[in-house]
């Protein structure tokens, strides 16, 4: 998304006042600090990759898996189109909303809205802001998951919007360094899986279209569109996009892993995204789009193209794209034109043979079904004039169709929905380290609060850059939000203290504490606790320089710590985060609040004084350096070739924990890792085939459904365990499960895997029994001879426990003899 922002770095072409918001992360984050640079891999010694075979026809719809009416009434409506207006309604027009299909008003069709984003309405005044992707993932929570999902898409629906461009399994988090992880979920395919599947659900229970984004293996911002030649309107390429070169074990178990999540809850899109794949652009790669999504995953919906991602008309819809956005009127590069390789060139490719019928039809009838299928026919709310001027994407002025507005403007969509958020906020918020009994806090009298992340936004509250003052609840581009208020740290914390008679010393300018010092400044006694407020910025288009928290946090932190025995850090982040400050002895705990919407404050105040428990754990892993990651961002290349950026998916299945495991590396906090006010234990982790002992080693090949065989589906194996509260305060337990597999797993298996996890409520001193049930996939691999997931012989063994690497009661299982 965001063609914008992506040309206009190229040039200043075309600096409209209403896109001059969007900037890079500013050098003064970061002083000194480059890219890492990272050598292209020498391609005359190691080409297994650069290749996409072609795979033709594109499958067509069938609307199984409960949309065969909805595809009935979609068939329909096509046989009433004109040739034309078929083709534009595959092409996406400048208009109010970030994506545009043009209405049909001889037919009653009112066109299609498409907005951002993941965690509010881009475009939304009286809007709500939710919890972020990553805070959500971080909760572990799936009702959570759901809440969150449906409550977000009842906003979008007062607003008029019929698609939701979210959530997002893509990037995934192969690299920490990625700008845009915060929008989507965890750095893990199983998770990942779970929130793309409550998430979908909920937004189509609600009645918006969701759009499974981005399809698939992005996981670079840098160069994830081509460079083009200044002068030919940015058809010529200087170099083309990245490329990611992944293997084809790798990209089931890991990348495609949650789209099959995706699929399977019947998403009614699916956008392809801007990087190539093995070499041709993902939204002309004929084997991702044709083979793996509409064949293996059964794929019912339609393809649009990322904003800007489609450089073909005829090659990307054989290849099995239906849609192109933002469609006619497009900018290529640097230059707004009214060409689109859909819009008139594909009525003239339909005319003159080269594209069938019978594949645009098959096209539209995609786009229709799910519109039907949600009853978006019916009653459906009318576009918010009021989206239309905040809409950076398609500005008033490149407007050509006369849209026009009925109902209120401006309409107040948020209900109660903050009571919500800022329970979300407390579930997704991870204590990370609670030394000495510093929290909950008791009544602390003299409280001091540091940081530039503590107080308000005064540069205005909807800003898409990296403000220096104010808290850091939403991050930039196409996934930033319009806050309609934002509860600060500071002030849900100065109301919380007052009920105490508290002192509260405000210290807000990061330079000033680092330059100046504050002790001179501070009442002379020593302070009860110190809350220091740390942010990171990051954003779609740009990649992360540093892995550190921004504005000099680490010496805010230092100076801070030197002075307060009781320092408690708070941090507002992307995600991945270096901690060098964790090992002080006077940081006494560690909260990441991640980004947790227009509740920040409140919602923290709710952990820190021990209203609620915390529960969250780490969706990644937090590593003692940045030198500990792996898989580093293709960030420069140095030649001049078209083809020259290509990003070596080398480390295969070592993504995230997998890789630390599998090196035995130490880490400072683990993947699944979290603090809770109690403690708990688990015991008795015993499993139960669910139907026969002996299963066969390959699934039965039943007819594809969304998802894919829905024999992979199929629950094998049932594991139980018992947790207690062995503390003394109630709380949420996340049990976890993780499968190591056997030997006979082909190489490169990672040690253990994620394949269960639950939120379990237990009072003080009791026990529950959790349940894990493991479908036919968990314990299959991908097996690359046999095209199919294959269950593999000999001894599983499954992990209980409390994270990646604090497994409590272990078990083992066969299933293929
Ligand atoms: C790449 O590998 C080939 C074959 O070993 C070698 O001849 C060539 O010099 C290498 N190129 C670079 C840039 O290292
Ligand atoms: C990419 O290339 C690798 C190596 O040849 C292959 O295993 C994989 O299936 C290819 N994937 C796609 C989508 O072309
Ligand atoms: C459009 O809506 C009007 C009013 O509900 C109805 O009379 C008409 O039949 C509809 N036309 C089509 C093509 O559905
Ligand atoms: C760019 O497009 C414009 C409008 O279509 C056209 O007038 C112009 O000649 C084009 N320039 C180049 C260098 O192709
Ligand atoms: C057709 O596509 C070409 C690019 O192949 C583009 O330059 C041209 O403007 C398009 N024509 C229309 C009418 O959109
Ligand atoms: C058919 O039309 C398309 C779009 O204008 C064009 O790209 C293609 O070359 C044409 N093919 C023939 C055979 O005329
Ligand atoms: C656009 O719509 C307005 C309001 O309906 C109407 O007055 C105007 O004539 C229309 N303009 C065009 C170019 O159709
Ligand atoms: C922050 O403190 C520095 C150092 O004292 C000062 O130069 C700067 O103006 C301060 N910023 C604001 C916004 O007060
Ligand atoms: C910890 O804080 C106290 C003040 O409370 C200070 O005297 C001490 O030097 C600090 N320790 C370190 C290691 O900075
Ligand atoms: C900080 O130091 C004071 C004074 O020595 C002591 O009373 C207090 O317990 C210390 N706080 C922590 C959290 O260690
Ligand atoms: C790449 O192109 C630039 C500009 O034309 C030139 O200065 C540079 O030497 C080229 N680099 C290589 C490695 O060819
Ligand atoms: C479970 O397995 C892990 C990893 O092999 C081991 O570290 C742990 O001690 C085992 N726990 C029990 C209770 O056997």
Same mark, same amino acid.
């Given at each position: 998304?965001?063609?914008?922002?992506?040309?206009?770095?190229?040039?200043?072409?075309?600096?409209?006042? $209403?896109?001059?918001?969007?900037?890079?992360?500013?050098?003064?984050?970061?002083?000194?600090?480059?890219?890492?640079?990272?050598?292209?891999?020498?391609?005359?010694?190691?080409?297994?990759?650069?290749?996409?075979?072609?795979?033709?026809?594109?499958?067509?719809?069938?609307? =199984?898996?409960?949309?065969?009416?909805?595809?009935?009434?979609?068939?329909?409506?096509?046989?009433?189109?004109?040739?034309?207006?078929?083709?534009?309604?595959?092409?996406?027009?400048?208009?109010?909303?970030?994506?545009?299909?043009?209405?049909?008003?001889?037919?009653?069709?009112?066109?299609?809205?498409?907005?951002?984003?993941?965690?509010?309405?881009?475009?939304?005044?009286?809007?709500?802001?939710?919890?972020?992707?990553? $805070?959500?993932?971080?909760?572990?929570?799936?009702?959570?998951?759901?809440?969150?999902?449906?409550?977000?898409?009842?906003?979008?629906?007062?607003?008029?919007?019929?698609?939701?461009?979210?959530?997002?399994?893509?990037?995934?988090?192969?690299?920490?360094?990625?700008?845009?992880?915060? +929008?989507?979920?965890?750095?893990?395919?199983?998770?990942?899986?779970?929130?793309?599947?409550?998430?979908?659900?909920?937004?189509?229970?609600?009645?918006?279209?969701?759009?499974?984004?981005?399809?698939?293996?992005?996981?670079?911002?840098?160069?994830?569109?081509?460079?083009?030649?200044?002068?030919?309107?940015?058809?010529?390429?200087?170099?083309?996009?990245?490329? %990611?070169?992944?293997?084809?074990?790798?990209?089931?178990?890991?990348?495609?892993?949650?789209?099959?999540?995706?699929?399977?809850?019947?998403?009614? %899109?699916?956008?392809?995204?801007?990087?190539?794949?093995?070499?041709?652009?993902?939204?002309?790669?004929?084997?991702?789009?044709?083979?793996?999504?509409?064949?293996?995953?059964?794929?019912?919906?339609?393809?649009?193209?990322?904003?800007?991602?489609?450089?073909?008309?005829?090659?990307?819809?054989?290849?099995?794209?239906?849609?192109?956005?933002?469609?006619?009127?497009?900018?290529?590069?640097?230059?707004?034109?009214?060409?689109?390789?859909?819009?008139?060139?594909? &009525?003239?490719?339909?005319?003159?043979?080269?594209?069938?019928?019978?594949?645009?039809?098959?096209?539209?009838?995609?786009?229709?079904?799910?519109?039907?299928?949600?009853?978006?026919?019916?009653?459906?709310?009318?576009?918010?004039?009021?989206?239309?001027?905040?809409?950076?994407?398609?500005?008033?002025?490149?407007?050509?169709?006369?849209?026009?507005?009925?109902?209120?403007?401006?309409?107040?969509?948020?209900?109660?929905?903050?009571?919500?958020?800022?329970?979300?906020?407390?579930?997704?918020?991870?204590?990370? =380290?609670?030394?000495?009994?510093?929290?909950?806090?008791?009544?602390?009298?003299?409280?001091?609060?540091?940081?530039?992340?503590?107080?308000?936004?005064?540069?205005?509250?909807?800003?898409?850059?990296?403000?220096?003052?104010?808290?850091?609840?939403?991050?930039?581009?196409?996934?930033?939000?319009?806050?309609?208020?934002?509860?600060?740290?500071?002030?849900?914390?100065?109301?919380?203290?007052?009920?105490?008679?508290?002192?509260?010393?405000?210290?807000?300018?990061?330079?000033?504490?680092?330059?100046?010092?504050?002790?001179?400044?501070?009442?002379?006694?020593?302070?009860?606790?110190?809350?220091?407020?740390?942010?990171?910025?990051?954003?779609?288009?740009?990649?992360?320089?540093?892995?550190?928290?921004?504005?000099?946090?680490?010496?805010?932190?230092?100076?801070?710590? =030197?002075?307060?025995?009781?320092?408690?850090?708070? &941090?507002?982040?992307?995600?991945?985060?270096?901690?060098?400050?964790?090992?002080?002895?006077?940081?006494?705990?560690?909260?990441?609040?991640?980004?947790?919407?227009?509740?920040?404050?409140?919602?923290?105040?709710?952990?820190?004084?021990?209203?609620?428990?915390?529960?969250?754990?780490?969706?990644?892993?937090?590593?003692?350096?940045?030198?500990?990651?792996?898989?580093?961002?293709?960030?420069?290349?140095?030649?001049?070739?078209?083809?020259?950026?290509?990003?070596?998916?080398?480390?295969?299945?070592?993504?995230?924990?997998?890789?630390?495991?599998?090196?035995?590396?130490?880490?400072?906090? +683990?993947?699944?890792?979290?603090? %809770?006010?109690?403690?708990?234990?688990?015991?008795?982790?015993?499993?139960?085939?669910?139907?026969?002992?002996?299963? $066969?080693?390959?699934?039965?090949?039943?007819?594809?459904?969304?998802?894919?065989?829905?024999?992979?589906?199929?629950?094998?194996?049932?594991?139980?365990?018992?947790?207690?509260?062995?503390?003394?305060?109630?709380?949420?337990?996340?049990?976890?499960?993780?499968?190591?597999?056997?030997? %006979?797993?082909?190489?490169?298996?990672?040690?253990?895997?994620?394949?269960?996890?639950?939120?379990?409520?237990?009072?003080?001193?009791?026990?529950?029994?959790? &349940?894990?049930?493991?479908?036919?996939?968990?314990?299959?691999?991908?097996?690359?001879?046999?095209?199919?997931?294959?269950?593999?012989?000999?001894?599983?063994?499954?992990?209980?426990?409390?994270?990646?690497?604090?497994?409590?009661?272990?078990?083992?299982? $066969?299933?293929?003899?």
């Amino acid at each position: 998304m965001k063609v914008l922002t992506d040309a206009m770095l190229l040039s200043g072409l075309l600096l409209a006042p $209403s896109v001059s918001g969007s900037t890079g992360q500013t050098p003064i984050d970061h002083p000194g600090k480059p890219f890492s640079y990272v050598q292209p891999r020498n391609t005359s010694i190691l080409t297994p990759y650069g290749h996409s075979p072609a795979v033709h026809p594109s499958p067509k719809t069938s609307g =199984k898996g409960g949309w065969e009416h909805a595809l009935a009434q979609a068939k329909e409506f096509v046989e009433k189109l004109t040739l034309e207006e078929k083709s534009w309604m595959a092409t996406g027009q400048p208009g109010p909303c970030v994506g545009n299909v043009l209405p049909i008003p001889r037919l009653n069709f009112t066109g299609l809205c498409l907005q951002n984003g993941p965690q509010c309405i881009e475009e939304g005044t009286y809007s709500s802001v939710f919890i972020s992707g990553v $805070s959500a993932a971080a909760s572990w929570d799936r009702k959570l998951l759901y809440d969150r999902g449906y409550a977000l898409a009842e906003e979008h629906k007062a607003k008029g919007s019929h698609v939701i461009l979210g959530p997002i399994a893509g990037p995934l988090g192969r690299s920490p360094y990625d700008g845009r992880t915060w +929008e989507g979920f965890a750095a893990d395919p199983y998770l990942t899986g779970v929130c793309m599947e409550e998430t979908i659900t909920a937004m189509q229970d609600a009645g918006v279209q969701a759009n499974a984004k981005h399809f698939i293996a992005n996981e670079q911002e840098t160069q994830r569109n081509p460079t083009y030649a200044p002068d030919a309107n940015a058809t010529t390429y200087i170099q083309d996009s990245v490329s %990611s070169n992944v293997d084809d074990r790798t990209l089931h178990e890991i990348y495609m892993w949650p789209f099959a999540n995706a699929a399977r809850a019947r998403v009614a %899109s699916f956008m392809c995204s801007y990087n190539r794949l093995n070499g041709s652009h993902a939204c002309q790669n004929s084997y991702a789009l044709n083979h793996l999504l509409k064949g293996e995953l059964g794929f019912q919906g339609y393809v649009m193209s990322d904003w800007g991602a489609t450089h073909s008309g005829v090659a990307s819809i054989e290849s099995g794209m239906d849609m192109t956005m933002p469609g006619g009127f497009t900018l290529y590069g640097e230059m707004w034109t009214e060409g689109s390789y859909f819009g008139k060139n594909l &009525t003239a490719a339909v005319e003159n043979g080269t594209v069938s019928t019978d594949r645009l039809d098959d096209m539209i009838v995609r786009i229709m079904t799910p519109y039907f299928w949600l009853g978006q026919d019916k009653d459906y709310p009318s576009v918010d004039a009021s989206v239309g001027p905040l809409n950076v994407d398609s500005p008033l002025y490149t407007w050509l169709y006369n849209w026009t507005f009925t109902g209120p403007t401006n309409r107040d969509v948020r209900g109660n929905h903050s009571e919500m958020i800022r329970e979300h906020g407390a579930a997704s918020t991870v204590l990370l =380290k609670n030394e000495r009994n510093a929290l909950p806090l008791r009544k602390p009298r003299n409280i001091v609060v540091a940081g530039n992340d503590a107080g308000p936004i005064t540069q205005g509250s909807a800003i898409h850059s990296n403000y220096e003052f104010g808290v850091l609840a939403n991050s930039g581009s196409s996934g930033s939000c319009r806050f309609s208020y934002i509860s600060t740290p500071l002030d849900a914390i100065t109301a919380r203290a007052r009920k105490d008679g508290a002192l509260v010393q405000t210290f807000l300018n990061n330079t000033q504490i680092t330059e100046e010092g504050m002790t001179s400044l501070w009442n002379p006694e020593l302070p009860d606790v110190c809350l220091v407020f740390l942010k990171a910025w990051s954003e779609e288009n740009v990649d992360r320089r540093s892995l550190d928290l921004d504005w000099n946090a680490n010496a805010v932190v230092a100076e801070v710590a =030197k002075n307060c025995n009781n320092t408690i850090v708070v &941090t507002h982040s992307t995600g991945v985060n270096v901690m060098p400050f964790a090992d002080h002895p006077n940081v006494t705990a560690i909260l990441a609040a991640h980004y947790p919407g227009e509740e920040a404050g409140n919602s923290l105040v709710d952990l820190l004084y021990g209203d609620v428990n915390p529960s969250a754990k780490l969706p990644y892993v937090i590593a003692y350096n940045e030198s500990d990651y792996n898989a580093p961002l293709t960030t420069d290349v140095l030649t001049n070739g078209t083809y020259d950026w290509q990003s070596w998916f080398d480390e295969k299945l070592e993504v995230g924990y997998r890789y630390f495991d599998a090196h035995n590396l130490p880490v400072r906090y +683990e993947f699944g890792f979290g603090l %809770s006010y109690t403690t708990f234990d688990l015991a008795s982790l015993t499993g139960k085939a669910v139907a026969t002992a002996n299963l $066969s080693a390959l699934p039965a090949q039943r007819p594809i459904q969304p998802g894919g065989n829905p024999a992979l589906w199929e629950k094998v194996f049932t594991l139980t365990a018992v947790v207690t509260n062995t503390g003394t305060v109630d709380g949420h337990a996340i049990p976890q499960l993780y499968v190591a597999f056997p030997k %006979s797993t082909p190489a490169g298996t990672p040690p253990s895997q994620l394949r269960g996890f639950d939120k379990v409520w237990v009072p003080a001193g009791e026990t529950k029994t959790v &349940t894990f049930d493991l479908m036919r996939r968990d314990v299959s691999y991908w097996d690359v001879v046999a095209q199919d997931w294959r269950i593999p012989t000999g001894q599983f063994t499954f992990h209980a426990g409390f994270s990646s690497r604090d497994f409590r009661a272990n078990t083992t299982a $066969s299933f293929v003899r």
